[in-house]
């Protein structure tokens, strides 16, 4: 299936670099724009995931990470990223320093600000998830 991550970067010097993964796919880029467009084709399982590691975090250059839009099969899933979960892995120096310690987990959470994981569950097909979704979601009853 081809999928498409549009991520934005924030850095002056440091490039983020990314894993793109899921069960079956890893793919890693150096996201050297401010604007970013990762095209690649993945091969899912019928319960599956979409993954983004941030690899290189530059406490120094503070780069960071946006993740803007994802579609899978051209098929927008912009409001599932923020059912993703990001789970940061601190720099130990940074953390120790901190008198109130930050979350393990963030959710929803769109922003990258560490090195650490971010996924999203998904099932096929996409768009019978999306309607899942829609049909079962507590707020349209």
Known sequence: MKVEFFINCSFNKTAPVCEFFSNNNNVSYVLNDFENN???????????????????????????????????????????????????????????????KPPKIYKPCTELRHNGEWVLDINLPIWKMIMNFWINDEKLA
């Open 38 to 100: 990762i095209k690649t084709n993945f091969q899912f399982d019928k319960t599956d995931f979409l993954g983004i590691r941030f690899l290189n975090k530059d406490d120094d250059d503070d780069n960071i990470v946006f993740i803007k839009r994802i579609l899978v099969d051209d098929i927008d899933l912009q409001h599932f990223i923020f059912q993703g979960l990001f789970k940061p892995i601190y720099n130990k120096s940074w953390y120790n320093k901190q008198k109130i």
